[in-house]
């Protein structure tokens, strides 16, 4: 358990080298990165709490700074006025894709491709996925 906990740490923090110069945390760099998978039609708000990496209790916080900044709009034209819709605007596409290559590249600094890693990374993620099973 602590290894993993050791290697999140890690990783989270790389993350945060990566996105936190753009202005934005790695919390915030996940809700873009779900909006940009859910295309033009974008997600509720529950929605994309519910597919956050990490619980984060203030989502309406996160999205808020998001919007604020011009890289989330919010929506209630859908058939239930109540909820609401969070789209990645333009902005927020093109932050994502300037952060891609250096994502890309940390990527390939911890399972360089050609390398025969591929087995071994899906191995491990087969075992994360079971993981991540008995714990919820």
Known sequence: MVALLRTGAL???A????VEPHGISPAQYNVLRILRGAGEEGLPTL???RRL???A???TRLIDKLELA???RRDRTGADRRTVRCVITDAGRALLDALDPALRALRDR?????????????RLLEALA????ALD
């Open 11 to 13: 990783v989270r923090r």
């Open 15 to 18: 993350l945060a080298q990566i």
């Open 47 to 49: 929605t994309v709490r």
């Open 53 to 55: 990496i990490e619980e």
């Open 57 to 59: 209790p203030g989502i």
């Open 70 to 72: 011009g890289l989330v």
């Open 110 to 122: 911890v399972v360089p491709p050609g390398t025969g890693s591929a087995n071994e990374a899906r």
């Open 130 to 133: 079971r993981l991540r099973a």
